[in-house]
């Protein structure tokens, strides 16, 4: 219990005095994970949108595939685009393996389902209340849409936030596309797996403690939206 007190009052220290090397596993893991869940949303909003505001043959069976892409194995994605990216893959040209880049394609399919599924059920939600208003301003399928994203944001930025957290959080697909190289594809998650396991607890746990902030961070955000989205909606 002693070393694990001095262990937690070295990582304070450290998170406290913006260590160097913290701060660059820190920045890493903001700058792909934040650069994933714009991606993602980029790709999952209107996917979301689309099948929200639409009725096709099949239409059921895509929301099964949606709804279990959520679940994708993290480990099952970082295999899937390291053997894309790998020298022998179709992608392998590109030299992303190993890199950033890399770790953004594996958390941006990771993210991209759960953006997809949830945007869906919130737009598909708005769309059955105001559906009647939409016909009776002849509205078409682009202007439903955008008028439903509009009004649905603050329910969609926390789909985003929800995105971005599991971005952050994530470890198995990252360490096998980016190899966890120090000073170039280490962040907050890989590291610590590498610390602990070296017995460096210090670093270790300023960056848990940091990934814990951020996870707080994250939820309080979440929460003050869900609120302004009740008072946007009585206002």
């Known amino acids: ?11 304070m220290t450290l998170v406290l005095s913006g260590d160097g090397d913290l701060v660059e596993i820190v920045g890493l893991s903001l700058r792909v994970s934040l650069t994933a869940t714009v991606a993602a949303c980029a790709i999952g909003l209107p996917i979301g949108a689309l099948v ?6 099949g239409r059921g069976a895509v929301l099964v595939v949606m709804n279990a ?13 390291y053997l ?3 020298r022998a893959g179709p992608l392998g040209f590109l030299g992303l393996l ?10 941006t399919i990771l993210i991209a389902p759960i953006v997809a599924a949830l945007s869906r059920q919130v737009i598909e939600d708005m769309h059955a209340e105001y559906a009647d208003h939409f016909r009776s301003l002849c509205l078409n399928t682009r202007q439903t849409v955008q008028a439903l994203l509009w009004d649905a944001r603050y329910a969609l930025l926390t789909v985003a ?14 360490m096998i596309v980016g190899g966890n190289i120090d000073h170039m594809t280490r962040v907050m998650t890989t590291a610590i797996a590498l610390e602990t396991s070296k017995g460096d607890l210090p670093l270790a746990l300023g960056l848990g403690i940091v990934l814990m902030v951020l996870a707080l961070g994250v939820n309080a955000l979440v929460h003050s939206l869900r609120l302004t ?5 009585y206002a």
């Open 98 to 107: 190993y890199t950033p880049a890399a770790m953004i394609v594996a958390q």
């Open 52 to 57: 929200a505001t639409n009725r096709f043959p």
């Open 229 to 233: 989205a009740v008072r946007q909606a």
């Open 161 to 174: 936030l929800a995105g971005f957290g599991r971005a952050v959080a994530e470890v198995g697909a990252v």
């Open 84 to 86: 894309h990216l790998s």
């Open 69 to 81: 892409l959520m679940g994708l194995p993290p480990v099952v994605v970082g295999l899937i685009v």
């Open 1 to 11: 219990m002693q070393d694990m007190g001095e262990a937690l009052a070295v990582a």
